[in-house]
């Protein structure tokens, strides 16, 4: 069975800083493209961030210079690392893979061909 669990989520000052977590098992992570999406209420769900099997990355203008993804392969885990989190950042943050050579930007969110995803975080932020 394919899983995807995200872990690191809470609530943080603005300012703050917040890293989180997603564990996959089920599937061949070294080839498969990882990432964050996240969705607040009354707002569409938005890419966040990606990475490549060859490290390559990819950030949403907003997050650019605050956000780093990382990933070890060894422990099939995916990482973000969130710093000066601002009042516009909280939301629930969902964890994905494209599988296949499919890269997360040619995707909807909860888009299911050629995509895992995992059940999300949730990430606050109080001024």
């Known amino acids: 069975e394919v899983q995807l669990v995200e872990s690191g989520g809470g609530s943080v000052q603005a300012g703050g800083s917040l890293r989180l977590s997603c564990t996959a098992s089920g599937f061949t992570f070294d080839d498969s493209e990882m990432g964050w999406y996240r969705q607040a209420p009354g707002n569409e769900c938005g890419l966040v961030s990606t990475i490549s099997s060859d490290g390559s990355t990819y950030y949403v203008d907003s997050v650019k210079g605050r956000f780093t993804i990382s990933q070890d392969n060894a422990k099939n885990t995916v990482y973000l690392q969130m710093n000066s989190l601002k009042p516009e950042d909280p939301a629930v943050y969902y964890c994905?893979?494209?599988?296949?050579?499919?890269?997360?930007?040619?995707?909807?969110?909860?888009?299911?061909?050629?995509?895992?995803w995992g059940q999300g975080t949730q990430v606050t932020v109080s001024s």
């Open positions: 994905a893979a494209g599988t296949g050579g499919t890269l997360l930007l040619t995707i909807p969110c909860f888009g299911e061909l050629f995509a895992y």
